[in-house]
């Protein structure tokens, strides 16, 4: 099981931590990924880490601003967000699965989403 947490309130140029835990697993064997999804829209990927560190954003929007990090001692993922922007607002998933893709599909533990409230 995935749980988030971290989701919030903040104004445009803010910044947020958001963090991925597991409960009963281990998520060092799993690629770990961030999804969002705004009402009406589909689930759209974010940013990753593989199993083995290695990180990649879905575009350079996100590049720079966001940045994924492991720590498998904790069995948390973590993703720091700066110079928030009000598009950045949406419901934030984790989703934890064995293979490296941005696809959701793909993946097969999801924690139940936090909110990201980016104001202008």
């Known amino acids: 099981q995935l749980v988030e947490s971290g989701g919030g309130k903040v104004q445009a140029g803010g910044s947020l931590r958001l963090s991925c835990a597991a409960s009963?697993?281990?998520?060092?064997?799993?690629?770990v990924s961030w999804f969002r999804q705004t009402p009406g829209k589909e689930r759209e990927f974010v940013v990753g880490?593989?199993?083995?560190?290695?990180?990649?954003a879905a575009a350079d929007s996100e590049k720079g601003r966001f940045t994924i990090s492991r720590d498998n001692a904790k069995n948390t993922v973590t993703l720091q967000m700066n110079s928030l922007k009000p598009e950045d607002t949406a419901v934030y998933y984790c989703?934890?699965?064995?293979?490296?893709?941005?696809?959701?599909?793909?993946?097969?533990?999801w924690g139940q989403g936090t909110q990201v409230t980016v104001s202008s």
């Open positions: 989703a934890a699965g064995t293979g490296w893709s941005t696809f959701q599909f793909e993946y097969t533990y």
């Open positions: 880490i593989s199993r083995g560190g290695v990180s990649r």
């Open positions: 009963g697993g281990s998520l060092s064997g799993y690629s």
